[in-house]
T-cell receptor
Framework: KAGVTQTPRYLIKTRGQQVTLSCSPISGHRSVSWYQQTPGQGLQFLFEYFSETQRNKGNFPGRFSGRQFSNSRSEMNVSTLELGDSALYLC?????????????FGNGTRLTVT | GESVGLHLPTLSVQEGDNSIINCAYSNSASDYFIWYKQESGKGPQFIIDIRSNMDKRQGQRVTVLLNKTVKHLSLQIAATQPGDSAVYFCAGHEEGNQFYFGTGTSLTVIP
């Protein structure tokens, strides 16, 4: 079974631009959650989608948004990029949702904002 | 909210020895825990999980111990191999909430 696929692997953007990241979950998984990973803060939760509905949201500004499609694929959008948004963005899929079954992560998208 | 941390940022062990990586959490309502391994350039890889109604769970060469009294869990790796070198972190979950992640222990296996 294919794992979680994230595209692109690397992105370089400039301040003020916006970016869209994509995540394809493991087949059959209906939950997709997004995380920001930085050396100083570790892994921080952004939001979770389950069957196209946002179920939970972390403490990030409204510039961070997401959506999930009927095939469970998910996208995350960051608008008006800031230097501090440089990070590894990880997507995880789960069969039954956060807390009910394990999270399986993709290899992430490395975003650099200059 | 939940707070999850790890005891040591780095750990070095000899190949063949057993490794023990520790994690503490603050919220006694945490009901589910997962250990992850992350290698450079890759996403976190699921190792083993445990629910709060269990004290111990074993996998292949790994054992997770949960002590709810002191809010502590540990990951034991038997016969540590060079391929085990990575960053390990725990994640804790509270019912109806999100996962909180520890900052990680970097394990180095010395051949």
């Amino acid at each position: 079974k294919a794992g979680v696929t994230q595209t692109p692997r690397y992105l370089i953007k400039t301040r003020g631009q916006q970016v869209t990241l994509s995540c394809s979950p493991i087949s059959g998984h209906r939950s997709v959650s997004w995380y920001q990973q930085t050396p100083g803060q570790g892994l921080q939760f952004l939001f979770e989608y389950f069957s196209e509905t946002q179920r939970n949201k972390g403490n990030f500004p409204g510039r961070f948004s997401g959506r999930q499609f009927s095939n469970s694929r998910s996208e995350m959008n960051v608008s008006t990029l800031e230097l501090g948004d440089s990070a590894l963005y990880l997507c995880a899929s789960s069969l039954q949702g956060i807390g009910n079954s394990p999270l399986h992560f993709g290899n992430g998208t490395r975003l650099t904002v200059t | 909210g939940e707070s999850v941390g790890l005891h040591l940022p780095t750990l070095s062990v000899q190949e063949g020895d057993n490794s023990i990586i520790n994690c503490a959490y603050s919220n006694s309502a945490s009901d589910y825990f997962i250990w992850y391994k992350q290698e450079s350039g890759k996403g976190p890889q699921f190792i083993i999980d445990i629910r709060s109604n269990m004290d111990k769970r074993q996998g292949q060469r790994v054992t997770v111990l949960l002590n709810k009294t002191v809010k502590h869990l540990s990951l034991q790796i038997a016969a540590t191999q060079p391929g085990d070198s990575a960053v390990y972190f725990c994640a804790g979950h509270e019912e109806g909430n999100q996962f909180y992640f520890g900052t990680g222990t970097s394990l180095t296996v010395i051949p």
